[in-house]
């Protein structure tokens, strides 16, 4: 099923990201987290891409497993700037070929090098090759605090508005802490004109190496009470996977109090921390 449908058809919905092994020898793994995960019946599951499409065919692997197997709509990704037109439109073939309707289109990062194939620079370029090429429901990303790339805000709705009204569907969020500026950036969002559906991305902390990583990452900012969890707990293992889960479940519940009724959230392989948030939220998603 098309993810769009998906959103229109249910008040709230809740869906998990994984990402493929990098080589063949921790497929298993990497499917049996899968598995478990789709044990939780999300609303749709997503299947992450390597850098420069190093496992692009696991990624394909991961996807079809769980939609054949499980009966879970699944949106892999496809990433275009380190790849050549050949290698894209093979890919979106055999997502075609696999029965798969949806895919998150994504520029994906420049090399630290600064090398990347002449054939695409912007995620635009991507979205426009998909929609020649089939009938998907194609996703995009946004940023709430601004492309880390864009010298302005402003600027950067604008490129957004741009690429959307190129094709994208629905647009999922990097991670964020702070709800407010979830809240802010929508608003201005729908002020610049874009109107797709919108999914709030939720990255749950659960160690302090996974902080530091994806503070870095996603130049996000962190509110003093999250700082203080870090702080308290960070040392302890089990204690910071608690209180991740428990933090994220709470920015959830914000969101849906809100207004917000479409969640994805990273779980990182994580079947443990899926399951806690599903636990800590689940009357809450069937009563919405």
């Known amino acids: 099923m098309k993810i769009t449908d998906i959103l229109k058809s249910k008040n709230v919905t809740l869906s998990f990201e994984v990402f493929p092994p990098k080589t063949s020898a921790s497929m298993e793994s990497v499917l049996e987290a899968a598995q478990k995960i789709a044990a939780l019946r999300p609303d749709f599951m997503s299947v992450t891409y390597g850098a420069g499409g190093g496992t692009s065919e696991y990624t394909l692997s991961v996807a079809s ?28 073939e055999l997502y075609k070929q696999n029965g798969l ?48 790339e864009s010298p302005t805000r402003d600027k950067g709705l604008k490129d957004l508005k741009f690429k959307v009204d190129h094709g994208v569907d629905f647009l999922t969020s990097q991670m964020f802490f702070d709800n407010n500026i979830y809240y802010q950036f929508l608003y201005n969002a729908r002020e610049a ?11 749950p902390i659960t160690n302090a190496k996974q902080m530091k990583r ?13 700082m203080a969890i870090i702080d308290h707990f960070g040392t302890s293992p089990q204690a910071m996977m608690q209180a991740g889960i428990i933090y994220a479940s709470h920015q959830i519940i914000d969101l849906i109090a809100h207004g917000i009724k479409h969640i994805h959230v990273y779980s990182m392989n994580k079947p443990e921390v899926a399951a806690g948030i599903l636990s800590n939220i689940s009357t809450i998603v069937k009563g919405e």
């Open 65 to 92: 497993d769980i939609q054949k197997k499980y009966d879970i709509s699944v949106v892999p990704h496809l990433t275009c700037v380190s790849s050549t037109k050949e290698h894209v439109r093979k890919m979106i």
């Open 101 to 148: 309707e949806n895919i998150m289109a994504l520029r994906g990062d420049i090399p630290k090098d600064g090398s990347h194939s002449d054939d695409y620079h912007y995620a635009y370029e991507l979205i426009e090759e998909i929609k020649q090429m089939g009938d998907f429901c194609i996703g995009g990303a946004c940023y709430p605090e601004g492309h880390p």
């Open 193 to 203: 004109g874009i109107g797709v559906p919108f999914i709030a991305g939720i990255m």
């Open 214 to 226: 994806s503070f870095e990452l996603a130049k996000t900012q962190v509110p003093e009470e999250f």
